[in-house]
């Protein structure tokens, strides 16, 4: 073949390349991505660290969210593998009240979300301890709809957040109003627990009702 042939060749196979390409396109990279977990994801998450495990129990802890909201939550969290049902409950009990756990997967999320809140406590404890009166307020404020998870975990003190809130003329009930799980755990209305800590699981069921369908989560539906 001499070179005549050849700059021939070349010249056909980049056009068989070239028509190639058109008649089989790349297929489109995917954007998509899945959004963040909210607040109240690490919350039930966070009942479920404390030992909280069945559902209705997560409802009479949470009254004034949903039982329709959780269900969502709990579905979302399930199909990203942070949580498991227990297949082992009968039917009604996986209707009504199944019991639910943290997956290895979901253990990391929360413990990683714990240490860096303990992170942001300690900012704001260092803010509080040198008056910067205008960068714990923005500190707080950023964090609003973290601190019931700060608090049900035990490293911030209910004490120490009215100390920070009194310093800045704000008021616990105000300062908490958008956050409906902090009136469940006792937050928002000054209450509190002591150390932070809730207890394990009780009778409180609260009056939401729902289940969970087999084969997957569907509380409430």
Same mark, same amino acid.
């Given at each position: 073949m001499d070179k005549k042939d050849l700059d021939e060749y070349e010249k056909d196979y980049l056009h068989r390349v070239e028509e190639s390409k058109k008649?089989?396109?790349?297929?489109?990279k995917s954007t998509f991505q899945l959004e963040p977990l909210s607040s109240l994801d690490y919350v039930i998450m966070g009942l479920m660290r404390n030992g909280i495990f069945k559902v209705q129990t997560m409802f009479g802890r949470l009254r004034k969210v949903s039982s329709m909201k959780i269900t969502k939550r709990l579905n979302e969290m399930e199909k990203?593998?942070?949580?498991?049902?227990?297949?082992?409950?009968?039917w009604l009990t996986r209707q009504f009240n199944p019991t639910v756990t943290l997956t290895d997967k979901g253990k990391e999320e929360i413990e990683k979300k714990i240490d860096e809140l303990k992170q942001e406590w300690d900012k704001l404890v260092i803010l509080y301890e040198k008056k910067d009166k205008e960068k714990l307020r923005e500190g707080m404020n950023s964090n609003?709809?973290? =601190?019931?998870?700060?608090? @049900? &975990? %035990? =490293?911030?003190?209910?004490? @120490? &957040? %009215?100390?920070?809130?009194g310093m800045n003329h704000m008021m616990m009930g105000d300062f908490m109003a958008e956050v409906d799980y902090a009136y469940d755990m006792g937050y928002a209305d000054g209450a509190g627990f002591g150390d932070g800590a809730l207890p394990a699981e009780s009778g409180d069921f609260g009056g939401n009702s729902g289940g969970f369908m087999d084969g997957g989560m569907e509380i409430g539906f």
């Open positions: 008649n089989n396109p790349q297929p489109k990203r593998g942070l949580l498991q049902g227990d297949k082992k409950e009968s609003r709809m973290n =601190f019931p998870l700060m608090m @049900m &975990m %035990g =490293f911030a003190s209910g004490v @120490m &957040m %009215g100390n920070m809130l």
